[in-house]
């Protein structure tokens, strides 16, 4: 394994002065062991995000970055390092806790969309509604699914929508508990560019509207470029 | 291009999943219910098999229902062969304790020829091998009497009008494979004191035997010569047809239970094609590679086809080894049926067990395996390229064929095999039509549900496939116990108590004329009520019409049976309120003109129709009559009722014994004792006490049957993994979405146990609705009972099916629960 240096190590910009800071990683490591040596994925990345940011964790393939984002959110436990997320301790808490904070803090949409083929698209949305114990899960659901022009798409099941549809119904599904912090992973990569960039605007807008932090993995630069800061990956150490 | 390594190979890998467990599990469960009833079966007839001479008590048995003609031991002695002889017919025997009813075997002192008696001291004594039978002057007792009449050995009992000293208590006769299935103990006597007990008289139903013995040769010539000189009521019987009965009612007991056992093969192909279609649907990509690196198609079929045999053997011999256990107990729990120690069984339930494993590999998994055949190359360049896919139903042809077969073979006549092939098809269609509907249904639920039970309901909808062969395959297998259950202690029970309290309870027979009055006035004089007496003529059908009536002319063995012996003729002025005319009218009062009635049953078996004219032969003379009515007779009625009816004038002047049925109050079994110490030539049966064991012997074999029915649940339970295995990778998957929106661990076991709790709830409802309709069938059908719905059947059915469904699934479904959400949702992405 390659050693790394403590100024490395801490190659990363931090959240601008002043501003709250909503994630914060510190030497977070992603190792695994393969039958010939010790693959290191992501390498002690330390790096802060202010709270309604928009950052693109950028990198080529294999970079690592897909397993960073999954770190952040808690959705992969890494080897060492700790994560903070509003300012609690991701990692000092259960698989269970890290779900609760998820479903209270934030919300994720995935390259591939990852809606649930038994569920309508209202269902979907409901869904992390209803995981948290809101009552109104219908009414919430319906409204944000008027927001991403869905509204008459409620009773369909996935497989009855395009690619696109379905993206914008993960979307609904991300915003509808209204998180702090919005992760995405790789957005558009299973879209064409025009629903591509109707997805983005509709990002951007819920991101503004809500004031909820966007952090998401790309490789497109475009849309790096829409981001107010970005987060390099490569091989897996990160670099302002 | 060397096919076997690389197939070893990749199973080594493969052998882990879940669907090779599944495949594994699922022809363990069925070769086990198949080996077990067959390995059960052949140590009883290895039994039979190796014991037939002992069995018979010598090489070559005489049975006749008079004494064996002089002729015959002339004949065997001339020959050079040993003789013995028996005389057996059931009496009351009594002793300081009381009365009991004996089956009574007077022997010959040379009796056994085959075999050897044990006897011992005391009941459940040490025992030991004995040479010969006893002495003139001793008997020798089964235990029963012993605490029934104080029949202890030095005691003295009374056998008819002898005085007889108990000298042992037999442990085992050579000749008595099934007394499970005898009315009475044993007595054992010397046939020097027969003539003393004075028993044998006219009109008892005595059974004469002569046995011989010697070298196969000059045992054939006489079996050959004697065979043809045969007469009336006489039959010979030689090793190979011994105990023919007995031989006949195993193979059909076998069947039975062999046909219940298939009920799991057909669940485990269920489970068998689920698991092999998965596994094909995950070998897709390897496949196409394979294609792109040159394999040819044979290449990839043999390549995974050595790896279902492979699996298919371990899953064979596995269990063919769990069968040859599970006999054990089958063995233990029947073996009050048989007094002889079973031998260890053969090798051909095993080969059994592998013929139903290949046929369940090679129907089911095939058409998944040429599936793979047909993966294009381009798939491995694109992910999205679809596989040709079979129509399924013509793909399972070759399985459910090969299905119907096994079950036409099982039933051993294609009849009764089509009638099982159709009984298994209703069941499951219908099983399958009412889950449909009931999945709709709950389906429906779902608006309604919140949170994780929403969920649950709605995944049961979307793999309503998946949820309906789950449903299916459990409800079948719970209602097959389900029943069981009913009919083991609601029916039977029911029937029981559907009785009028006043029925009798005892049967005396063998009454002679000259103790009629005697008889009536000891009843009288006790304060019962004067049972009604019938009388009873013994004849030999010996023409029906024109026709003259031999055995021989009958396919049907009861009727040959019944054509051999002599039947019980009787005669009544009056038709009985428990006989009712379905053919033909019943004399009036006054017609002098001969005339018969028939039961139908009879009738039916005999071809016997109104008009018909039957000859009897009675003691020698030709009794002929038209037969003018038919009968439908309440058997259950437990009144002395008769096949055979002639009107008043035509059997007085033969020889006739009595014969009557009454209840005798509990308390009150003194009458017993007294009315045979008064009359000692009459036969009391205690009918409570065979109804005891027909409870007993039903008891037994519905355990034998609920055992084989534990392999259905077994496989319903196989299915239901093989539905978890194939929707494994769609749960990790959901599990890792919600875990990702924020679901407790609790909430996601919640989504699963609502969805698992549904398909055992349906389940639950599917077997009751059965198991209640076709009890309602056997109740008011078979045993005439109104049906009384009964509560517990549909709450034992949910218990069974949620409780047990949930817990299986919950286990089944760990993985999905318990996977990180990134690793998972990167595994099936």
């Known amino acids: ?240 | 291009m060397n096919n076997f390594p690389i197939a070893m190979r990749m199973l080594r890998r493969n052998a882990h999943s879940g669907e090779a467990r599944v495949l594994f599990a699922a022809l363990l469960v069925a070769v086990a219910s198949v080996t077990t009833v067959g390995f059960f079966a052949d140590r009883v007839k290895g039994a039979l098999d190796r014991q037939a001479n002992e069995l018979l008590g010598g090489d070559l048995v005489v049975i006749a229902d008079h004494p064996v003609p002089a002729a015959f031991v002339e004949r065997a002695r001339a020959g050079g062969l040993a003789v013995a002889s028996t005389t057996t017919f059931p009496s009351m025997v009594s002793g300081a304790d009381g009365t009991s009813l004996s089956e009574i075997k007077a022997v010959s002192g040379t009796f056994p020829l085959r075999g050897r008696l044990r006897v011992a001291a005391m009941p459940a004594g040490p025992d030991r091998e004995v040479e010969g039978s006893p002495a003139p002057g001793t008997v020798w007792v089964g235990g029963p009497l012993v605490s029934r009449i104080g029949a202890a050995v030095g005691q003295t009992i009374r056998v008819g009008n002898a005085p007889l000293t108990v000298a042992a208590i037999i442990t085992r006769e050579p000749d008595s494979v099934l007394d499970y299935f005898g009315l009475a103990p044993r007595l054992l006597m010397n046939d020097a004191d027969l003539a003393a007990t004075g028993l044998v008289q006219v009109g008892s139903r005595v059974t004469h035997r002569l046995l011989v013995a010697g070298d196969v040769q000059t045992v054939e010539r006489f079996d050959a010569d004697m065979r043809a000189r045969l007469g009336r009521g006489e039959r010979i019987e030689g090793v190979r047809d011994a105990r023919s009965e007995v031989r006949v009612s195993l193979e059909r007991a076998q069947r039975f239970l062999g046909l219940a056992s298939l009920l799991s093969v057909i669940l485990a192909s269920v489970a068998v094609a689920l698991a092999a279609r998965r596994f094909s649907m995950r070998q897709t990509d390897g496949a196409a590679m394979m294609r792109c690196l040159g394999a040819a198609q044979a290449d990839i079929f043999a390549i995974n086809a050595w790896q279902f045999l492979a699996l298919a053997a371990a899953g064979c011999a596995a269990g063919t080894l769990a069968g040859y256990g599970a006999q054990a107990v089958l063995s233990h729990w029947l073996s009050g049926f048989f007094n002889v120690a079973l031998p260890a069984p053969g090798w051909r339930p095993a080969v059994q067990g592998a013929v139903i494993g290949l046929v369940l590999v090679l129907g089911f998994t095939i058409p998944p395996l040429l599936r793979l055949r047909n993966v294009p190359t381009l798939r491995a360049l694109r992910s999205d390229v679809a596989v040709a896919e079979p129509s399924s139903l013509a793909a399972y042809a070759l399985g459910l064929g090969s299905l119907a077969a096994l079950i036409v073979w099982q039933a051993g006549d294609v009849k009764l095999g089509g009638l099982a092939v159709g009984g298994f098809a209703l069941a499951l269609g219908v099983a399958a039509l009412a889950g449909y509907g009931l999945i709709r249904a709950l389906s429906r639920l779902r608006a309604g549900a919140t949170g994780p039970w929403r969920y649950g309901l709605a995944n049961l909808r979307r793999r309503t496939g998946s949820s309906l062969v789950q449903v299916m395959a459990l409800g079948v297998g719970i209602m097959a116990m389900l029943l069981l259950m009913v009919v083991r202690s609601d029916l039977i029970l029911k029937w029981q108590e559907s009785m009028p309290a006043d029925m009798p309870n005892r049967f005396a027979l063998n009454i002679q004329n000259d103790q009629l009055p005697a008889v009536k006035a000891y009843f009288a004089g006790l304060g019962l009520s004067t049972p009604d007496l019938y009388p009873m003529v013994r004849g030999r059908l010996v023409a029906i019409g024109d026709r003259p009536v031999s055995p021989a002319d009958f396919e049907d063995q009861r009727a040959r049976r019944l054509v051999e012996r002599e039947f019980n003729l009787s005669w009544a002025a009056d038709l009985r309120p428990d006989n009712q005319i379905v053919g033909g009218a019943w004399w009036k009062p006054g017609e002098a003109d001969p005339q018969f009635s028939v039961e139908e049953g009879i009738a039916k078996t005999l071809s016997i129709r109104v008009g018909d004219t039957l000859a009897w032969d009675v003691g020698g003379t030709r009794v002929s009559a038209r037969v003018t009515s038919l009968r439908k007779v309440e058997w259950d009625s437990f009144k002395a009722n008769f096949f055979v009816i002639a009107n008043p004038g035509v059997l007085e002047a033969y020889p006739a014994s009595w014969i009557t049925s009454f209840h005798l109050p509990s308390g009150r079994e003194e009458v017993i004792n007294r009315l045979v110490e008064r009359f000692p030539n009459v036969s009391v049966i205690d009918l409570t006490a065979i109804m005891g064991q027909v409870k007993r012997i039903s008891d037994q074999v519905s355990r034998a049957v609920e055992f084989v029915f534990l392999f259905a649940i077994a496989a319903g339970v196989v299915v239901l993994f093989a539905a978890i295995t194939t929707t494994q990778d769609e749960r990790v998957f959901e599990g890792a979405v919600m875990r990702t929106l924020g679901a407790s661990r609790r909430q996601m076991m919640l989504t699963q146990l609502s969805e698992f709790l549904a398909i055992g709830l349906l389940s639950g409802v599917v077997a009751a609705a059965g198991a209640v309709g076709l009890a309602i069938v056997l109740s008011e059908r078979v045993l005439g009972v109104p049906y009384e719905f009964d509560w517990v059947v549909p709450v034992a059915g949910l218990l069974a099916g949620g409780v047990g469904v949930a817990i299986a699934g919950l286990l089944g479904t760990r993985r999905a629960v318990n996977s990180p959400p990134l690793a998972a949702i990167r595994a099936v992405t």
């Open chain 1, 1 to 240: 394994m390659n050693a790394i240096s403590k100024s490395e190590d801490r190659r990363v910009a931090p959240a601008a002065a002043g501003q709250p800071v909503i994630v914060r990683a510190e030497g977070l490591t992603k190792q695994v062991s393969t039958p010939d040596h010790e693959l290191v994925i992501v390498n002690g990345a330390t790096f802060a995000i202010g709270a309604g940011d928009s950052v693109a964790i950028v990198g080529a393939s294999g970079s690592g970055k897909s397993t960073l984002l999954g770190l952040l959110a808690g959705l992969d436990v890494p080897s060492s390092g700790r994560v903070w997320i509003d300012g609690e301790d991701l990692f000092a808490l259960d698989e269970d806790g890290r779900a609760r904070l998820r479903g209270r803090l934030v919300g994720f949409v995935f390259q591939s969309f990852q809606l649930l083929p038994a569920l309508t698209a209202l269902e979907n949305v409901m869904l992390p509604l209803e995981l948290a114990g809101l009552a109104d899960a219908a009414a919430r659901a319906s409204l944000v699914l008027d927001q991403v022009g869905l509204a008459d798409r409620r009773g369909h099941y996935p497989r009855q929508l395009s690619g696109g549809e379905q993206q914008r119904v993960a979307v609904a599904r991300a915003f509808a508990t209204e998180p702090k912090l919005l992760f995405a992973d790789e957005p558009t990569g299973n879209l064409d560019s025009a629903t591509g960039a109707q997805v983005i605007e509709l990002l951007f807008r819920m991101n503004r509207d809500h004031g909820t932090t966007l952090v998401l993995v790309t490789h497109d630069e475009a849309l790096a470029a829409r981001c107010d800061r970005r987060i390099a990956i490569s091989a897996g150490v990160v670099a302002a």
